[in-house]
């Protein structure tokens, strides 16, 4: 993923609100299927991680992103964003990809 994207996903999750939080049972397979469902019929998520999840963010979310073969856009604070293209039914265009409006 280029910085152009990646920068670009980023203003688009400043306006989407968590689809998903993470507590203290961590990274259970069901949270993990729960995640790669949000990211097909979605795209991008933001995944909230609550106070009483003990393990350290960083590493929730690359293990995360490996397990739903996703990437991750950025961590804020509490705050996971990925980003999983679903080919089959694409909602987020990311820059030079067909289907973006051409810039003047």
């Known amino acids: 993923m280029t910085t152009k994207e990646r920068a670009y996903l ?3 999750a400043q306006t989407i609100q968590p689809v ?3 507590g203290k049972a961590s990274l259970t ?9 949000a990211l097909k019929a979605r795209e991008l998520i933001k995944v909230n991680v609550l106070k009483n999840c ?3 963010i960083g590493t929730l ?3 995360l992103s490996e397990r739903t073969r996703s990437e991750v856009v950025q961590i804020i ?3 996971i964003v990925l980003y999983k293209k679903n080919n089959e039914n694409q ?3 990311l820059p030079g990809e067909k289907g973006n409006k051409p810039k003047k």
């Open 10 to 12: 980023k203003g688009l």
């Open 20 to 22: 998903l939080s993470l």
């Open 29 to 37: 397979p069901e949270f993990v299927d729960a995640t790669a469902e």
């Open 54 to 56: 003990i393990d350290d």
């Open 61 to 63: 979310a690359i293990t």
């Open 77 to 79: 604070g509490r705050k």
């Open 91 to 93: 909602k987020i265009f």
